[in-house]
């Protein structure tokens, strides 16, 4: 299966994909997390990407495309794949579908994760992401939490940049802006699902994975 998951930042996509990935049998390719790699590397286009990312700004789409089709080209995501923060423009989504059809295929669906702004900020201020295994935590709502410490491999725990209020703004007005416009786009293929991403992180899988399984 070849499917998008989009919604706002915070929405829980970085949380929902590795469950519904795992559950599909295909690999999670997210931007953001390929994006931070290359920063923690250092890499000419961590660097770039960095000087975006921190402002809350999105990562201009030449850069980005370029990056997901040289991803996508791998062999593990030749038989379907879950893009989790890719497209987020209406150019990159117009790129993927010309893509996929030079490759002779398509998307099959886009889950929207629908959340309003208010728990958006209270889970992204909250959000600690651990260094090690990049599962991902809240310091309110995991009980397990250890201050500082992941509970599944035992690295340190931190908090993103970008998740500071100033950021948390910015990024929320590119979203208004910049990707609120898929949902008429994906809407118009009749790929677009929309889910209540609301309530425990357990509820909205399993939303989800029905989801899946009505339109699949
Ligand atoms: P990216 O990493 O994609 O960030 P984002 O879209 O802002 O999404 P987040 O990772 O912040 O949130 P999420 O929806 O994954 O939520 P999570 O599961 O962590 O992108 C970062 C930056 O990279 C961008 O700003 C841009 O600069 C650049 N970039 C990336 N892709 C790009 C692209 N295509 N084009 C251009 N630039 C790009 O959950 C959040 C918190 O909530 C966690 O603490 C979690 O534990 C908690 N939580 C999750 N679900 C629940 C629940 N049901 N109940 C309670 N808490 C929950
Ligand atoms: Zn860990």
Request: aromatic share 6%.
């Amino acid at each position: 299966m070849r499917l998008v998951l989009v919604g706002p930042p915070g929405a829980g996509k970085g949380t929902q994909a590795e469950f519904i990935a795992a559950h599909l049998s295909v690999p999670k390719i997210s931007t953001g997390d390929i994006f931070r790699a290359n920063v923690t590397q250092g890499t000419p286009l961590g660097v770039e990407a960095k000087r975006y990312m921190d402002a809350g700004k999105l990562v201009p789409d030449e850069v980005t495309i370029n990056m997901v089709r040289d991803r996508l080209a791998e062999p593990d995501a030749a038989e379907g794949f879950l893009l989790d923060g890719f497209p987020r423009t209406t150019p990159q989504a117009a790129a993927l579908d010309k893509l996929l059809a030079d490759l002779g295929t398509a998307l099959d669906l886009v889950l929207e994760l629908v959340v309003d702004d208010d728990e958006v900020i209270r889970r992204l201020s909250g959000r600690r992401t651990c260094r090690g295994c990049g599962k991902i935590w809240h310091v309110e709502f995991d009980a397990t939490l250890r201050e500082g410490v992941c509970d599944r491999c035992g690295a340190e725990l931190f908090q993103r940049d970008d998740d500071k209020p100033e950021t948390i703004g910015a990024r929320l007005r590119e979203y208004a802006e910049k990707t609120a416009p898929l949902v008429d786009y994906y809407g118009a293929q009749s790929k677009l699902v929309g889910i209540d991403a609301t309530g425990p992180v357990e509820d909205v899988t399993v939303r989800a994975i029905d989801a899946l399984r009505s339109y699949g």
